[in-house]
């Protein structure tokens, strides 16, 4: 009897430290999982500064797409597709960390990387730093109800040139967000910016140069 005693007493102790074990590993891959979804200031700050420059260019595009004769139609309506679902993972990301989709006007996450920047990057911090909405290339207020209101080749040609400085506003942040963001989902959608709009931005050049033979319309 004191021998089954014995015996259920040690099964008890093995159980609870089998137990015991369980739970720490349980609650470190709890820990650990957190970890992996908890994002940096470069995260939080890249996805709100980019969701505010995808929303300009998802309104420019759809500016292109009301049904005025153009012949960017494609060319638009594929920045408007592929920004949106973009758009809507970041926004997602924001949701998920608590964070609000405010853009940080004075873009300090990018002075928080492992190096300092370089000269050209500090110039585009400060230049961020002096624009109206706390970032380069967006277009103003006057320039989208000009693109509303032109027609024909003028459109196709401000239109252009607008997504131009708009995209080359864009790529520093996303460069270095693919660099220096924490999580690896933040990295691999700034490197996938980084190509796209490289890709656009050549294009858009070659488009630009072939609009070039048509005489541009008078200044009204």
Known sequence: MRAQRTLIAALVLIA??????????????????????????????????????????IAMSQIMLDGKPTGLHAFARNIASTQLVELGEMRGWLKLWGEEEHHQADMVWMLLGSAPLDASMRKYVMDCRNADRGMIGLATANELNELRQSEGLKRDRQFIELMLKHHRGGVPMARFAASEAKLNAVRTMASLIVMEQSQEIQHMQNLLAALQTYPAPPKE
Request: proline share 2%; no cysteine; net charge positive.
């Open 16 to 57: 609870a430290a089998v137990f015991s074990y369980s739970q720490g590993k349980s609650l470190s891959h709890a820990r650990a999982s957190l970890a992996a979804v908890t994002p940096s200031v470069i995260d939080v700050g890249f996805s709100q500064s980019m969701l505010l420059h995808h929303q300009q260019a």
